[in-house]
């Protein structure tokens, strides 16, 4: 099986930067789009940056040109700079990535890690 772990989430004032990291281990033959998402408490999950296998990222307008989502395929891992954090940032992180763990298309599977923790006081 896959499994994701997140880390880096943590408390920062506003203005401030964080770094989550997330890693992949198990039989993974194969990963392609890598994803964060984020998510309050009673509310829906939603993604804040993407990346595909060839690197080509996407944002969502609330935190476009403060995140940047970058890869490294040797190591499985997704990590997520944020800057100038606000506290509409609040939220746990979530990393997700479509992994291969067979031969075939029947064998890629989207993974979610646990979350971490962001906080930025008001």
């Known amino acids: 099986q896959v499994q994701l772990v997140e880390s880096g989430g943590g408390l920062v004032q506003p203005g401030g930067s964080l770094r989550l990291s997330c890693t992949a281990s198990?039989?993974?033959?194969?990963?392609?789009?890598m994803r964060w998402y984020r998510q309050n408490p009673g509310q829906e999950r939603d993604q804040v940056a993407a990346?595909?296998?060839?690197?080509?990222?996407s944002y969502p307008d609330s935190v476009k040109g403060r995140f940047t989502i970058t890869r490294d395929d040797a190591k499985n891992m997704l990590f997520l700079q944020m800057n100038n954090l606000n506290p509409e940032d609040t939220d746990v992180y979530y990393c997700?990535?479509?992994?291969?763990?067979?031969?075939?298309?029947?064998?890629?599977?989207?993974?979610w890690g646990l979350g971490t923790q962001v906080t930025v006081p008001s």
């Open positions: 997700n990535m479509r992994c291969r763990t067979g031969p075939g298309w029947g064998f890629w599977a989207e993974y």
């Open positions: 198990g039989s993974i033959l194969d990963i392609s789009t």
């Open positions: 990346i595909s296998s060839d690197g080509v990222t």
